[in-house]
């Protein structure tokens, strides 16, 4: 299937279901209400900042993104990937690159991004790949936590 096969567009609250649906297969959870809180999050956040990918007329594939002014200490306007899943039957057609590249050209044309990150797994193949061949590189920040 070609790119132009997968189709970007915002996240409409009637999506929640198809989420929820291939959160099941990513996460083994059914997380309804979960997702309810999320989209609610991202209905108050621009449109191009959470979106889905179609394919054959299906919900394949979604982002959700935020943007951050001087967040960690990072000055420029950088754009964050929260969120990324892709149907597993909808995987290699370059769903998630569809949905990562919207996100980047509307945030340069409409925030003036010059940056965009994310954290990932580093012992979840499939995503760390994915963001290495989108070129995306080892920072120099690393997260610090503590058990509460
Ligand atoms: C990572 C993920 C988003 C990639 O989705 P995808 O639509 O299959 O990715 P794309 O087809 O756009 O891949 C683009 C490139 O990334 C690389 N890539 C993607 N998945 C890869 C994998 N599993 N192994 C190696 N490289 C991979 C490939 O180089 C691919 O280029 P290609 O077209 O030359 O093969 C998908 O595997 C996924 O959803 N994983 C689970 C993520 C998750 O758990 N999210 C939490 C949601 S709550």
Known sequence: MSRTDVRVRPLEPSDVDAIVAIDEKLSGQTRKDYWRRRLDIASLRPPWMSMVAETDGRVAGFLFGWVGESEFGIPQPTGWVDLIGVDPAYRSRGV?????????????????????????????????????????????????????
């Open 96 to 148: 998630a690159r569809a949905l990562l590249d919207r996100f980047v050209e509307s945030g340069r044309e409409l925030r003036a991004l010059e940056r965009v990150a994310t954290l990932i797994d580093l012992g979840q193949v499939d995503v760390r790949e994915f963001f290495l061949r989108q070129g995306f590189q080892p920072g120099r920040m690393v997260q610090l936590e503590r058990a509460v």
